[in-house]
């Protein structure tokens, strides 16, 4: 399963979603995840969770991948939705299987549950799609592009994007690392998914250990070609692609200003929200 993962990864394609400027996929994330957390009906979550799902279907990467995403995160999910369903307790009581117990299962609990359990994978769907269409050197100059006020206070803007983008593109490798290490363990008679809870966290001892190895080995030999090259912090330098915004880039900001404020005026005018749903939260 872990080997499954596909945070990070990038899947060349020629949908309008890879053809966007990587600046402007960042700017439209940023909005999309601030607007998210915003909305606070079901109505207006649905509007972004079905723009988010739009997007997917636009951006032609298999469900497969997309599943993947998903399922990487899916303990958080549960997780959260568990939480609120057993500490939440507003709303009608809609089951007490123990009456024993001051435990019940109430509608406001279940609404909440759903609620956050929408809205988490309406924000993995649209923050994977950002690496997936996203090559990691058109990245790192976006990065590098939208940070670029900083230079006026004497921050290293492009080493900063350097940093993160081989962050995001390492996190793959190490994910195959960590499987091959933990099969090769296996191999040799470690009891990885096996026995109590302490006994396999240290058997994961036998796992960390090697891979903090050959991250640093990783890391050591990446540093050495860089210098081969003679990559230098700081320095000017010219780009094969130099980024412009299209006519494509401003009808999607266009579209997406409409879905956004869309979303926010129907869960902040009254009106509206008499209308359509309740606030849930």
């Known amino acids: 399963m872990i080997k499954d993962i596909t945070i990070g990864q990038f899947f060349p394609g020629s949908s309008p979603i890879h053809k966007l400027d990587p600046r402007a996929k960042i700017l439209i994330l940023l909005v999309y995840i601030i607007t998210l957390f915003l909305v606070k009906n079901f109505f207006s979550l649905l509007l972004l969770f079905l723009f988010s799902f739009i997007c997917v279907l636009i951006s032609k990467i298999s469900a497969k991948s997309v599943w993947k995403s998903i399922r990487a995160l899916i303990f958080i999910v549960i997780f959260t939705a568990v939480l609120q369903i057993v500490y939440n307790k507003n709303g009608t009581v809609l089951l007490k299987p123990f009456p024993q117990f001051d435990f019940c299962i109430t509608s406001g609990g279940v609404f909440t549950a759903v ?89 994961l001892i036998s796992v960390f250990v090697p891979l903090f190895v050959s991250s640093f080995r990783r890391a050591a030999e990446l540093a050495v070609a860089m210098e081969c090259r003679c990559y230098t912090d700081g320095a000017n330098r010219s780009r094969l692609k130099v980024m412009r915004f299209a006519l494509r880039d401003y009808l999607a900001f266009f579209i997406c200003a409409v879905i956004f404020a869309g979303a926010l005026v129907v869960n902040y005018v009254p009106l509206c929200q008499s209308l359509l749903f309740e606030r849930v939260i």
């Open 115 to 203: 609620f956050l359990v929408l809205r988490i994978i309406a924000l993995i769907l649209l923050s994977s799609l950002l690496t997936y269409t996203t090559s990691p050197t058109m990245l790192t100059d976006a990065i590098e592009r939208l940070l670029s006020p900083l230079k006026l206070f004497h921050i290293k803007v492009h080493s900063l994007a350097m940093m993160m983008t081989i962050a995001l593109r390492f996190i793959p490798t190490l994910i195959r690392e960590i499987d091959i290490i933990m099969s090769a363990q296996k191999a040799r008679g470690a009891k990885l998914d096996a026995g109590k809870f302490g006994e396999r966290i240290k058997a």
